[in-house]
């Protein structure tokens, strides 16, 4: 079955045309620079199709619904194309950001779920809407296709409440449903599914710690198959320090900014999501051009670099005690599959909780899986590739089968 996956954001829309039987992407695209002056199209269709193209279009593309049709126009079009007609398209699948409590796993999307997910916006005021944008769109141009919706946070359900409780009012989980939530849920489920499978050994039967490093992180405890607790609290801002967010802080830093420097509830916030974290810390929020600048001797680079590996090593060790025994920590994503140094960090000094890593295979790149662990290690340590449209892609087979 051949399933389009939509990632649509608040001016993006990344797309893939995947086939479901051989797991093969043949088509991916980005349509960005929705609403501005000047739109952009890239798409980039892979071997295995009749025709290779690289194409980009730029023009104005207003709204959400003309960015699709232009994404779905090229999919067919005579030159360019790679399908004859978009009735192969078998399914759709979407990424939704915030289930709130409502989603534990994928489901396929009718009015009842719309309504959930608009719910749902609260939670999430910058991505729920966006990706409902994306699902009535689709709905628009693909009548009677199956619609399925994927939710960030929805492998995080299994999460117990005394992990995902805050110790604030009670009446704020019962009226606002203020808890953790979780994020990556997609990823988390993706790589540690992938290590079961490397491992020969059902899900069921293996605590994981999957650690997610992009622009954004979050590490999650797996535990048999189970997220039981995630870094990323009601919002992505908890957690680990990433690009430009924070992760944790001591809450009252919040009053004191108040107070103390005049900042209103929106300075906080943009300064805590877009200022903060590496790029807070150093100016830079890329690993890549970090670690350029600690070789030219900047200081405050080396000092974003350790805070980021010291609080990932803080949380690795945290589930290694909730888990109490674990089989494997996954690094994936941006930094976690290309960083070497970061995951070497990340893990410094705990050879006594029987974590080792084979420092020259560490620093080996791989496109495939690499267990960067010894021979002696009690945790066996690898670094797999994560994959969320294939995820969404198999996530929407399964659901309608
Ligand atoms: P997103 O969260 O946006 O999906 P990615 O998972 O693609 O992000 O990760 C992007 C980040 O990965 C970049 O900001 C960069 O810091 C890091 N990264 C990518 N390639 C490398 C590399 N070769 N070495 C170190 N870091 C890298």
Redesign the pocket.
């Known amino acids: 079955m051949k399933v389009l996956v939509i990632n649509s954001g608040s001016s993006s829309i990344k797309y893939q045309l995947l086939d479901t039987d051989t797991e093969a992407v043949m088509v991916s695209g980005l349509v960005e620079r929705i609403g501005e002056a000047q739109g952009d199209l890239k798409a980039k269709n892979f071997p295995g199709t009749d025709n290779q193209a690289v194409v980009e279009i730029q023009q104005p593309i207003p709204d959400h619904t003309t960015g699709m049709r232009l994404a779905i126009e090229l999919l067919t079009d005579a030159k360019n194309g790679v399908l004859k007609d978009k009735s192969e398209i078998g399914a759709v699948g979407h990424r939704v950001v915030h289930g709130g409590e409502d989603f534990h796993k994928s489901v396929i999307i009718d009015d009842e779920v719309l309504a959930a997910i608009e719910a749902n916006v609260p939670l999430a005021p910058l991505h729920n809407p966006a990706n409902l944008d994306g699902i009535r769109v689709a709905m628009e141009l693909f009548p009677g296709v199956s619609q399925v919706a994927v939710f960030d946070t929805a492998f995080h359900q299994t999460i117990p409440s005394h992990a995902y409780m805050y110790a604030l009012p009670y009446e704020l989980y019962e009226q606002d449903r203020v808890r953790r939530y979780g994020f990556h849920g997609t990823s988390h489920k993706f790589v540690a599914s992938e290590m079961a499978t490397i491992a020969k050994k059902p899900v069921e039967e293996m605590n994981i710690i999957t650690v997610h490093?992009?622009?954004?992180g979050s590490i999650t405890a797996v535990e048999k198959g189970k997220s039981v607790d995630t870094t990323m609290g009601m919002t992505p801002l908890e957690g680990l320090v990433m690009?430009t967010r924070s992760g944790d802080v001591d809450p009252a830093i919040h009053t004191f900014l108040a107070r103390n420097k005049g900042m209103d509830i929106e300075a906080i916030d943009t300064m805590l999501n877009k200022q903060s974290g590496l790029k807070g810390l150093c100016g830079m929020?890329?690993?890549?051009d970090i670690?350029d600048a600690i070789e030219k001797g900047d200081e405050r680079a080396k000092i974003a670099l350790d805070v980021q590996c010291y609080r990932n090593k803080k949380y690795i060790g945290a589930y290694m005690a909730v888990l109490g025994c674990v089989d494997a920590i996954v690094f994936t994503?941006?930094?976690g599959e290309?960083?070497d140094i970061?995951r070497r960090d990340s893990l410094k000094g705990l050879e006594c909780l029987g974590v080792k890593i084979d420092e020259k295979i560490n620093a080996q790149r791989a496109k495939e899986p690499l267990l960067i662990s010894t021979v002696d290690s009690n945790v066996a340590v690898w670094v797999i590739p994560?994959n969320e449209e294939l995820a969404i892609a198999r996530e929407t087979r399964e659901v309608l089968n």
């Open positions: 490093l992009g622009n954004g690009g929020n890329d690993m890549r670690h994503a941006g930094i290309n960083d970061v994560t």
